[in-house]
């Protein structure tokens, strides 16, 4: 069975969904065409380790995938209140990056890996109606700039430049928005998000409800009007290609995690974590190529 773009169909999250299409298959539109990707594998998850976010590393050559989650935070960080760690990225030159949130205040946090080894700290303070959630980064090709996201229903997504690498950033100062990517279609509980071309993202979706485009879980494709330059705003158009796989040997309510593409290799690489005792069993990282 196969997925198509914004199909509408009653969703049974149950252990029944093992029998789910491992395509996804999307209708073209008349704004931008959708990418057809097809499952090409999968690997286990581990919930402590892996289980927000995934980032994988072209420098230093031969470097291995990073993961996030609640057992790879630092002591020290944890303990000065950031405890939860997003979908990471890493720019094409080898600087890793981390966001950070914490369960109050107002402020966000980017912790930066450079190439050399050493790690820094970037704050964004929250601007006005922005949310306290700081759930992925994705780099853009270029390496200037850096697109987050927020929690929930949202229209927009938030632009920066990428610290340590533009130019215009210190760890001693504020980081600030610059631009806003503007959403002709509201997007929910957006988990992840990666470049997949100079504007082209592929974005995961948690969205436990399934108004929004007739699918719970969905992956996303968000085609931007422009490249991301941090001096003006571009919209993006949303297009839904499937529903994610959602299969396991418990049932109950899965969760949506980080995404990363590889351009390397072409392979898309999307976590979903397994509803209740499942979580430590058959959560997965699925593979997808495009087709």
């Not at 914004?6 to 299409?21: K, S």
């Not at 420098?59 to 939860?84: K, L, Q």
């Not at 839904?240 to 299969?247: D, S």
């Not at 049932?251 to 392979?267: I, L, N, W």
Request: hydrophobic content about 35%.
């Amino acid at each position: 069975m196969s997925l198509r773009t914004r199909q509408r169909r009653p969703v049974a999250m149950t252990g029944l969904l093992a029998l789910v299409a491992a395509a996804f298959l999307s209708t073209a539109s008349p704004a931008a065409a959708a990418d057809t990707w097809t499952e090409a594998g999968s690997d286990r998850a581990d919930p402590l380790t892996e289980s927000q976010g995934l980032a994988s590393i072209e420098v230093p050559a031969n470097s291995p995938n990073r993961y996030t989650g609640i057992g790879t935070i630092p002591a020290d960080v944890r303990v000065r209140g950031w405890t939860h760690v997003g979908d990471p990225d890493a720019s094409y030159d080898g600087y890793y990056i981390e966001p950070y949130q914490s369960d109050s205040g107002t402020t966000k946090m980017f912790r930066v890996q450079a190439p050399d080894g050493d790690w820094s700290e970037y704050v964004h303070p929250l601007g006005p109606g922005e949310a306290l959630n700081n759930s992925w980064v994705a780099i853009s090709p270029d390496g200037q700039w850096m697109l987050a996201g927020e929690y929930g229903t949202m229209n927009r997504l938030l632009v920066f430049p990428t610290p340590g690498v533009n130019s215009s950033t210190s760890p001693s100062a504020d980081l600030p928005q610059v631009s806003t990517v503007h959403l002709d279609h509201a997007v929910r509980d957006v988990q992840g998000c990666d470049f997949s071309g100079p504007t082209t993202l592929l974005c995961s979706s948690d969205d436990p409800e399934g108004s929004l485009f007739g699918i719970t879980k969905p992956l996303l494709q968000i085609d931007l009007s422009g490249e991301p330059n941090g001096t003006a705003d571009v919209s993006g158009h949303v297009t839904a290609l499937g529903q994610l796989p959602l299969r396991s040997g418990c049932s109950g309510t899965f969760e949506a995690q980080g995404v990363d593409y590889d351009r390397r290799t072409g392979t898309l690489r999307v976590i979903v974590m397994s509803p209740g005792f499942c979580v430590l069993t058959d959560s997965m990282t699925y593979r997808f190529t495009r087709s």
